[in-house]
DNA sequence: TCCTCGACTGTACAGGCGTTCAGCTTCCTG
DNA sequence: CAGGAAGCTGAACGCCTGTACAGTCGAGGA
């Protein structure tokens, strides 16, 4: 089943299949309205095919909403292959996080799709989150083997919040725009996270021996006090 | 419209008002499956009334929503107050988070609801995260202003990291107990978090200069890998 | 030329949705 | 005791959903 490799030639919607056009209409819909909103018709409608086209290419609405699952998982799978088996595994690491930035600024329904699909809990996003901790496990292994990461006590919970630091951008972009009146599609401000971030690792917060425990778990604020 | 505070008695489900009992049978359901899955029959049936009565008492399923909504947000409120004026702004901030994390692994239908109001995009869970993050860079200022904390570059985005820190055994937490096979009902893995939290705060993971940007980004692999 | 097959459409149906409304109890108040 | 308000129900509505199905069209092989 080998394709040809295609440049990267401007596509313009009518080059494409009614089924990929259909794909990426209910891809659209899922990751701005979720899958409840993106109704049968409304992908019809958006990929300008009645909406039993929809179904005879994919048998149901379920059909679409799976082939939508996997395309991600393949688009997010080309971005985290290594390419080159030469390069060293900070390099390879620093090359996948590149690509990975690109592709979810390029295609910022990524994120919303990412977003939906860990929020909702399915069994999808529960696996997505797990290999993407279990990578950042791997690559701070390698950077303590290193020498470049002092050891941790916790490997895997100290990987899972250096996972959580780097999606969030992604993955509570709205979120973080908002609150702190950012907007990551400047690149200022996305530096000014990276900064942060790496302020943050390489500087410790708190002196040893005090531990305010960080975080802020203080909550929202009453919206109708009326006793 | 005084009450006076109740006893903490044993609250059966009888002694519940129906209106009461319908704004928790949707509080349930919002939290568990997301509002559009949380019908008016689905919330009346767990509620043991029937459907007309939910409108009765709300006008419409939006009235029930937007109930449950300020009903959370109040819930919310009431731990976030500061109980004890006299008590400096470091042990209020430990309070606070104490009672936050009592209320959430008692109520674990809260995480839920919050995960799902994030997700949502809804003005509310903004406006939520904005109150949190807030709060989060008012606790860094008044410790950088202690001594307790050295001064953050950019402390408004450090504030928000450490929030999502903090946040995440609630926000995450299903994801987080299958990635790292935690299970936050007990005190030993909520203390792992903790620890982990402490030991990336206190001591810092990559010596200064070298600069990883610390979070793999590195996301899922593929499913059909088929060229 | 005929036949077949895949792409594609329009119509129809059953079921679930939110909402309306008339009518029933039950309880409080004058 | 009368009467009205409040709590509560069942039936019905119009709408939208996913899906089934018959049928049209055009390209390609026998």
């Given at each position: 089943m080998g394709r040809a490799p295609e440049e990267a030639t401007p596509v313009r919607?009518?080059?494409?299949t009614a089924r990929a056009r259909i794909r990426n209409a209910a891809f659209a819909l899922i990751a701005q309205d979720g899958v409840d909103a993106a109704t049968v018709r409304a992908i019809a409608r958006r990929a300008g095919v009645s909406p039993s086209l929809v179904l005879h290419h994919f048998g149901s609405k379920q059909g679409v909403v799976d082939e939508v699952a996997t395309w991600v998982a393949d688009v997010l799978g080309d971005v985290t292959r290594?390419?080159?088996?030469?390069?060293?595994p900070a390099e390879a690491h620093r090359r996948r996080q590149l690509r990975f930035e690109r592709m979810t600024t390029e295609t910022p329904l990524l994120g919303a799709y990412l977003r939906r699909m860990l929020l909702d809990g399915t069994e999808n996003g529960l696996e997505w989150f797990t290999r993407a901790v279990d990578a950042s496990v791997a690559g701070l292994r390698q950077r303590e083997a290193l020498g470049i990461a002092r050891p941790s006590a916790d490997v895997h919970v100290t990987a899972a919040m250096l996972a959580l630091l780097g999606f969030a951008p992604v993955l509570l972009r709205p979120h973080l725009e908002h609150a702190l009146r950012l907007?990551?599609?400047?690149e200022d401000d996305r530096r000014r996270w990276r900064d942060a971030e790496t302020a943050l690792l390489t500087s410790?917060?708190?002196?040893?021996?005090?531990?305010?425990?960080?975080?802020?778990r203080a909550a929202g604020g009453r919206a109708a006090p009326d006793e």
């Open positions: 919607p009518d080059d494409l290594d390419t080159d088996p030469r390069a060293g907007d990551f599609d400047d410790a917060l708190y002196p040893r021996g005090t531990a305010p425990d960080g975080a802020s």
